[in-house]
């Protein structure tokens, strides 16, 4: 009796898998292909762009972003142990998936750029999901934001940060993001992205679009390569201006490593971007990679499933 | 419009009998019938409501050409000055006095304020006198006006005098 049963044990791993085949066989390849793909990132970011991903359904994310001092150049070196006596930015934020293509969050941002203190509300929808037949060949997801600064205002009225009204603190992003999965190993994502900001500075520009390209190399179950670039369409005459007055601007790029450790994926970057929010780091980084203007950073995400699945 | 002869609404093409139409018994029912399930209290009226009152905050500010005074040739700032804008806006709150945190920079006096300016230049002019400079931090402290800043960059300029 003890060797019919080990027996069935044995076999029935190899019994299910014919069944599997036959069942195969009679819808036909495509009926099997045509699902969609999943996981084409691991988290909702790249760095420090959005990802095409939204939570599943009653999924709680807890994010943790946080962006070191620069590493090298005056502001870094051993004096600051190359960065990390200094905090550039830090976000906590929640984002909770409402249903598996909708997600909303809050966050909280230290800020960095020309406000600080800065409150974010967030939605993220899913659009379309990219299919293994390619009949639908890339994912689109859409991601909006507002943010207001909560920070004091100046008292000078020539200050970016001068606040006559409450609708001078907030700013806006809109952004869609054009991803694809390659294979198991390769996906990339193309991010045109509008920032409105409601209050500027002098030359400065309230609307503005920029572009992102963003990746994933994957090297194994758990760790990946990921890397992000934002180029942002800023005017010659607010070029000029700036640059005049001993501030340039430059585009954010952001390379590191994302490492998943069952619930939590841990992401441990390197960027010229000082801030972490998109409303930020996409029109006002001021800091450059040829300066050693770039710093470590880090985001953690820890999911925690209130759906009882 | 409504023939009261024959007690009946009947076709008609100006503009106050098209006005009168809209308000037939029988437009309003169904009028109403379409517009019901519509209007129900239903999951996406916040999102709707919460996105127009943000487009409704939607504005495009530019703050003013600044007038103020960046020659600084003609301003005359002197360490006294300086120290004491150090000390309101930066060492009054446990920050930079050399005994709480950060040690880093420490400001508790003119000269130890001077040597730290000297030997981290960059780093004073990234986050104390740059357009987008973040400091003082977020911790109850004013934020600097934009005159402020470039007075004690011109100090800095000219070698920190006293």
Redesign the interface.
Known sequence: MLHLRLLTVLLLPASMAMAQEDLGAIFGKDSVRRDPVTATFKSTRIINGQSNETLAKRDLDFRVAHRFGDIG???GGS??FFGL?NS?DIRIAFEYGITDKLTAGVSRA?G???F??MWE?L?KYKLLQQTHDNRIPVGVTLFAN?VVSS????????????F?K???R?G?VAQAVIARKFGNAVSLALTPSFV?R???????M??MFALGVGGRLRFSNRVALVADYFYAFRDEESKDY?AA???DFYNSLGVGVEIETGGHVFHLNFTNATAVLENQFIP?T?STWRNGQFRWGFNISRRFSLGGR | MYDRKNKEWRPSFSLLSFAGNLCKPITVMKTMQTLTPILRPQRWYF?VL?AAS?LA????????????NTDCATVEVKTARIYELVQQHCTNRSCHPGTGS?L?ADFSTPVKLKSYIT?????WA??VT???A?MP??QGY??L???VRDSIACWVSKGMPD
């Open positions: 150049g005056s502001g004096s600051t006596d550039t230290k960095s750029g020309n600080s203190q509300v939605g507002a920070m004091k205002s100046s008292p000078d009225k020539e200050d970016v940060y001068y006559d409450f609708s001078d907030a806006y409105h409601n209050r500027v500075g002098y030359k400065d309230n609307n700036y007055r001993g501030t006002e001021t | 999102p919460l943000l905050a939607c504005t495009s500010e530019q703050a003013p050409e600044p007038t103020y950060p880093l030997a981290n230049g960059a780093s990234f986050r740059a357009s987008n973040d931090q977020s004013p934020t006006p934009r005159s």
